[in-house]
């Protein structure tokens, strides 16, 4: 929450934040989505891995930080509009909750072999159950309804722009890159799998 609430405080002070029930309802699921993310990479035993790739390790910490800006976009417009609860504060409001039951499932599923980077442990299966047996990226899926549902959550015009221009894109990048990573360990067995479930959606990939 403080590393969050850090542009308000440095622009407006502690004030404007008092009175904006929003904003601490955001705050809210923010940190149940970071605990979300945190508890299952200590289910690994604490060990959090750099990639073997670069390119894949860059990727994953600028998805992250580019996250993070959206939360910031969002809160400092949210605050200096000051803009009263409509249907839209709602409407993100569930879509960030299912952004993060999405992240849940999929770190579930995963169990010990959630990683934040695109990698394979030695010996690892392809897996295929729970919300994996209905989507191929749950966890970038999650992702991008928690973005999205930030900047509509807030009605924050900055935040969906650096969404769209930003996240979006980067989370279809790694979306992709995962898709061929997978391939080239997998085979045909991940050939078939990404020929029945969708990768992003019902009808999406």
């Not at 909750?97 to 030695?122: H, K, N, P």
Request: glycine content about 10%.
């Amino acid at each position: 929450s403080a590393v969050l609430l850090l542009p308000v405080v440095f622009l407006a002070g502690w004030q404007p934040l008092l009175t904006d029930v929003g904003i601490w309802m955001f705050l809210a699921l923010a940190n149940l989505f970071y605990f979300v993310d945190a508890t299952a990479l200590a289910n690994r035993g604490g060990q959090i891995r750099k990639s073997n790739h670069q390119r894949e390790y860059r990727l994953s910490t600028m998805t992250s930080l580019t996250l993070l800006v959206v939360f910031w976009a969002a809160i400092v417009e949210r605050t200096a509009s000051q803009s009263p609860f409509g249907y839209g504060t709602y409407a993100g409001f569930l879509i960030m909750t299912s952004g993060i039951v999405l992240r849940f499932l999929a770190t579930r599923a995963l169990g010990a072999a959630f990683v934040s980077e695109i990698d394979c442990g030695q010996g690892q299966p392809l897996v295929k159950r729970g919300i994996y047996g209905f989507l191929r990226h749950p966890s970038e899926t999650g992702l991008l309804a928690i973005g999205v549902g930030a900047c509509i959550f807030l009605e924050s015009w900055a935040s969906a722009c650096i969404a769209s221009a930003a996240l979006a894109p980067l989370v279809l990048c790694r979306v992709r890159w995962e898709d061929r990573f997978l391939e080239s360990v997998f085979g045909d067995d991940f050939r078939a799998y990404q020929s029945r479930v969708k990768g992003l959606g019902l009808f999406i990939y």
